[in-house]
């Protein structure tokens, strides 16, 4: 019983650092981004908001 318990809570932990991983990495690719590609992504998109 004790073993069970054991790969349990080591799939847990794993569950955890992959759930961390993949939010790093969704962080990374935000900050990627500049002040200025994120205004003229906003001022392209407005400009598409504005035609239809």
Same mark, same amino acid.
């Given at each position: 019983?004790?073993?069970?318990?054991?790969?349990?809570?080591?799939?847990g932990v794993a569950g955890?650092?992959?759930?961390? =991983?993949l939010v790093a990495r @969704?962080? /990374?690719? !935000?900050? =990627?981004?500049?002040?200025? @590609?994120? /205004?003229? !992504?906003?001022?392209?998109?407005?400009?598409?908001?504005?035609?239809?």
């Amino acid at each position: 019983m004790r073993s069970i318990w054991k790969w349990v809570g080591l799939a847990g932990v794993a569950g955890v650092v992959a759930g961390g =991983a993949l939010v790093a990495r @969704d962080q /990374r690719k !935000r900050n =990627a981004y500049t002040a200025d @590609d994120i /205004r003229a !992504r906003l001022h392209k998109r407005l400009e598409e908001a504005d035609r239809a």
